[in-house]
C-alpha cells in the first residue's frame, strides 16, 4: 500500500544518481577536441530538450531544427571561457541561433 507512495520520490533518487554517474561516464576523453560531444550525449540532449531550440524555444523535428537547418549541441558556457563538455552545460540550439550567440 505504501510502497507506491513513495515511488515517485524513490525514482527521482534513483534517476539523478544514475545521470550523474552517465555525466561522469560521458565526459571527453583527454586528448580529444573539447568541442567532441560524443553520440550518446547528442541523443540525450535531443530527448531532454524535446526537439526545441532553447533558445527562440521553437519546436523542430529530430532531424532539422525549426529553421529547417540541423540542430546543433551548444555549450551554454562557451568553451572560450572555460565552459566543459558535459550533460549540465549542453543545451540543443537551432543553427540560427547558435551562430547568432557565438561565443558570448
Known amino acids: 500500500m505504501f ?3 513513495f ?7 534513483k534517476d539523478t544518481w544514475q545521470s ?4 561522469v561516464k560521458q565526459r571527453v576523453a583527454p586528448g580529444r ?6 553520440v550518446g550525449m547528442r541523443r540525450y540532449i535531443m530527448r531532454r530538450d ?6 527562440c524555444r521553437k519546436r523542430g523535428t ?8 540541423s540542430w546543433h549541441i551548444d555549450h551554454v558556457t562557451a568553451i572560450a571561457k ?4 558535459a550533460r ?17
Do not use: F, H, M, S
Open 62 to 69: 529530430e532531424d532539422t531544427g525549426p529553421d529547417g537547418r
Open 33 to 38: 577536441d573539447r568541442r567532441y560531444v560524443p
Open 20 to 23: 550523474t554517474l552517465w555525466d
Open 82 to 85: 572555460n565552459g566543459q563538455t
Open 7 to 13: 515511488k515517485p520520490a524513490r525514482d527521482l533518487i
Open 3 to 5: 510502497a507506491n507512495l
Open 88 to 104: 549540465y552545460n549542453l543545451a540543443l540550439t537551432c543553427a540560427t541561433c547558435n551562430q547568432r550567440k557565438a561565443a558570448r
Open 50 to 55: 524535446k526537439c526545441t531550440c532553447q533558445l
